[in-house]
T-cell receptor, first 115, second 110 residues
């Protein structure tokens, strides 16, 4: 079974703090994604990566950065957390060019509260 | 990616089959139908996907109409643990992201 893990289930931070969210997958997937989920807005893509050290902006990259130094690990960084970044953050991974469709597998999510 | 339409909510008695419909009338020939579910406060869980043929796995069955304009996810024997929001997503083979709509909130009743 594909396993995607996220470093924390719940996190409370203060405005202005630097926040690191870590995601690790164990299936040797090339693609990794960071989404945020807010009520009424569905999932929105923040950043994704097709390979080590590669990153692409999603729909809402402002206020975020990412790092992919190893294939299995994709980090989301909030440089200076703000209250409007309070959200559920979801990491996903998929196999590039998977026959039959690139299914994305999600982690359990990190619920971040910025005070 | 084509748009999908799902009923906002459904109930199902425990032990009965849950049939969740999805309309995707603008689906293109290379687009797959995916189903995910999300139990409260957890990440989305992949259930099943298909292109043209009906598919079955240990979790569910996916029935796609011949014209591919609609599909039905079937949970053969619903349990209380199947209470969740179910998302039907249409997507080409490769793409940057999955667009989750509002889904169907399924409540399994004892």
């Amino acid at each position: 079974d594909v396993k995607v893990t996220q470093s924390s289930r719940y996190l409370v931070k203060r405005t202005g703090e630097k926040v690191f969210l870590e995601c690790v997958q164990d299936m040797d997937h090339e693609n990794m994604f960071w989404y945020r989920q807010d009520p009424g807005l569905g999932l929105r893509l923040i950043y994704f990566s097709y390979d080590v050290k590669m990153k692409e902006k999603g729909d809402i990259p402002e206020g975020y950065s990412v790092s992919r130094e190893k294939k299995e690990r994709f980090s989301l960084i909030l440089e200076s957390a703000s209250t409007n970044q309070t959200s559920m953050y979801l990491c996903a991974s998929s196999m590039l060019g998977q026959p039959g469709g690139e299914t994305q597998y999600f982690g359990p999510g990190t619920r971040l509260l910025v005070l | 990616d084509a748009k999908t339409t799902q009923p906002p909510s459904m109930d199902c008695a425990e032990g009965r089959a849950a049939n969740l419909p999805c309309n995707h009338s603008t689906i293109s020939g290379n687009e797959y139908v995916y189903w995910y579910r999300q139990i409260h406060s957890q990440g989305p869980q992949y259930i099943i996907h298909g292109l043209k043929n009906n598919e079955t796995n240990e979790m569910a069955s996916l029935i796609i109409t011949e014209d591919r304009k609609s599909s039905t996810l079937i949970l053969p024997h619903a349990t209380l643990r199947d209470t969740a929001v179910y998302y039907c997503i249409v997507r080409a083979n490769t793409g940057n992201q999955f667009y989750f709509g509002t889904g169907t909130s399924l409540t399994v009743i004892p």
